[in-house]
């Protein structure tokens, strides 16, 4: 996703360039994994989602959250420094 013409096009909010970038993941883990990621809440520095499907009951789902979501957020939004799964 290239964020930067993005932003130039649209002069998105950051909460919603946090919501496509989950929306591209949820996509992704969708399609390849059967699991699910939807955007809860952005506030300051954490941003909260829940994660559904085959990812719910995962004994991976940790590593998807931390690997996955965290890890792509981060190479884009370095300045979110939590990233919490929501309950169900």
């Known amino acids: 996703m290239d964020l930067k013409n993005f932003h130039h096009m649209h002069n998105p909010s ?17 399609h390849y994994h059967g699991g699910r990621v939807e955007f809860v809440s952005l506030e300051e520095d954490t941003l909260t989602v829940r994660m559904g499907g085959a990812c719910e009951k995962c004994p991976l789902q940790v590593s998807t959250l931390r690997g996955w979501v965290e890890g792509t957020l981060h190479q884009f939004f370095p300045e979110i420094k939590n990233v919490v799964n929501a309950e169900s």
């Open 14 to 30: 950051k909460e919603e360039m946090v919501r496509g970038l989950i929306d591209q993941l949820d996509a992704y883990i969708a």
